[in-house]
């Protein structure tokens, strides 16, 4: 063993990323030592994550726009065509060696990417507890299905056991997912197909619609088309966390596939699955819908698909959150922030289930935070096209870097970034806001569109001269950013950095 590397090939883990055993990296720079992979790991990573009850819930829900069958396909193929920007937004990961929020202190500035990062634990946070929720449910009705006694005591039991799992998983670390996803997507899918299988003969293409949600068919199919790149858009702000570990000399286009791919089918594929128990039955209660269509046996097992995509969805979920709260500067073990999460978002998730189901209004709320999320996408991309995917890595951390602008703040990415939100939230149509412009698309909603597009040129014409510098600065850098011994220095010196890994 030649200075302690000769065990690290690209397909063997680390001993500090072996599955199972807490990883020991937070957002601080994954040594290029310490790189293992492929892209195509990504792919289980993300259909795993994929593999969900929420697209049943989603393609019910459009039909419910007053649209008709083939209208609604559509909306669910082009709207999960977004799916690509999370493929993207997955290339910065074996370049730089860190986390997507991190990241994103490139164009905000080390202190100015706080807003940002704050949103991005919340909104996730959010979710995670929102699934921890869906997934109790789901494990209490199989539970009293094969005769357990029903009771608080079971839903406690189940909500323990759920967050047992998430939590868990989350506190090993990546290599977990990695090799979990993997045996969870392979189970779920053949569920999900064997639905697939019962639903779509007794679709009908030709059902009576709902009245249109909004004045005309393609108000009412903005609409549809909202629901449907929203799911999304909610996955923009993680896909680094994921290929961080990547080795560096990895290329683009087989990160950018995987991941996409990892998203996409399964994304299309279960929402067609909702669309098609929407012609079939009356799906506003989604789980009794669909055991409506089923033979009671699968019904049955089709809970357990339930739970095990919720538990699937929240490995990243949490994860992310976790990495999230150390983006915003907060000095801890990665582990522990696991822990502040399970902290926050389970006592979410036990007032949701002893004491009130806020689960709805709480999606409803979760929902309009795609008005953040699409004019952030919109910066952190093409920063990173603008940039050409080139970073001076440690200056993510520095004080005195490339990426500390104004005392910490680009205060022109911010000005991009409040430019984008304002001009979504003019044209959001939401059950908890309208805002004052949806009236010239007839009542549709073009929210996120608008905000990635108004952030994304913004960006581009007031930083196009600071990142041609910057990116002069950092050629040569590529190949030494996340070197071994350079990371140490910058970790050991910098307060930022400090904290970040266990």
Not at 115 to 128: D, N
Not at 219 to 233: H, M, P, R
Request: charged share 10%.
């Amino acid at each position: 063993m030649a200075d302690g590397i000769a065990d690290m090939s690209p397909d063997r883990p680390p001993a500090t990323d072996r599955a199972f055993s807490v990883e020991q990296h937070g957002v601080d720079l994954i040594p290029d030592a310490e790189r293992h992979g492929k892209p195509f790991d990504l792919f289980w990573v993300w259909l795993g994550a994929n593999v969900i009850f929420t697209y049943i819930i989603s393609g019910a829900i459009i039909l419910g726009f007053g649209i008709s069958f083939w209208p609604a396909v559509v909306a669910v193929v082009v709207g999960n065509l977004f799916l690509l920007l999370v493929g993207l937004g997955a290339i910065s990961g074996p370049r730089t060696g860190t986390a997507t929020l991190l990241v994103s202190r490139s164009a905000f500035g080390v202190l100015g990417n706080i807003p940002a990062a704050l949103l991005s634990w919340i909104t996730v946070v959010g979710w995670e507890a929102v699934n921890l929720v869906i997934a109790t449910f789901a494990l209490y009705q199989l539970a009293i299905e094969i005769h357990v006694p029903a009771g608080n005591a079971t839903k406690a039991a189940c909500l323990v056991l759920i967050s047992l799992v998430t939590f868990v998983v989350a506190v090993w670390g990546h290599q977990t997912i990695v090799v979990m996803q993997r045996w969870f997507s392979v189970a779920l899918g053949v569920g999900t197909l064997g639905l697939a299988g019962f639903v779509f003969p007794k679709m009908h293409l030709h059902f009576a619609t709902s009245p249109l949600a909004a004045t005309t068919p393609f108000s009412s199919w903005l609409l549809a088309l909202l629901v449907i790149a929203a799911g999304a858009f909610s996955w923009v702000n993680y896909p680094a966390d994921y290929s961080r570990y990547l080795p560096r000399q990895t290329k683009p286009r087989p990160v950018i596939l995987w991941t996409t791919l990892g998203c996409f089918i399964p994304a299309v594929f279960i929402t067609l699955v909702g669309v098609a128990a929407g012609t079939a039955t009356d799906m506003t209660n989604q789980v009794a819908g669909i055991q409506k269509l089923v033979p009671g046996w699968f019904g049955t097992l089709y809970l357990a698909i339930i739970v095990g995509g919720g538990i699937t969805n929240n490995f990243l979920n949490t994860y992310s959150s976790g990495l999230s709260l150390l983006s915003i500067g907060i000095k801890m073990p990665r582990y522990r922030s696991i822990i502040f999460d399970a902290i926050i978002g389970g006592g979410m998730a036990i007032y949701a289930v002893f004491i009130y189901n806020f689960t709805n209004s709480f999606i409803e709320f979760l929902s309009l935070m795609v008005i953040w999320i699409a004019p952030w996408c919109g910066i952190y991309l093409t920063d990173m096209l603008m940039r050409k995917v080139r970073y001076i890595a440690p200056a993510l951390f520095a004080r005195d870097g490339a990426y500390w602008y104004s005392g910490g703040w680009n205060w022109r990415a911010i000005g991009a970034f409040a430019l984008g939100i304002g001009a979504a939230m003019l044209f959001a149509n939401a059950p908890l806001y309208q805002g004052p412009l949806i009236g010239l698309t007839g009542n549709g909603d073009i929210s996120i569109y608008v905000g990635f597009i108004v952030s994304a040129v913004s960006y581009y014409l007031l930083m196009r001269g600071t990142i041609r510098s910057q990116s002069a600065a950092a050629i040569g850098q590529p190949d030494s950013s996340a070197a071994e011994p350079r990371v140490a220095t910058i970790s050991a010196s910098d307060p930022e950095a400090e904290g970040t890994a266990q």
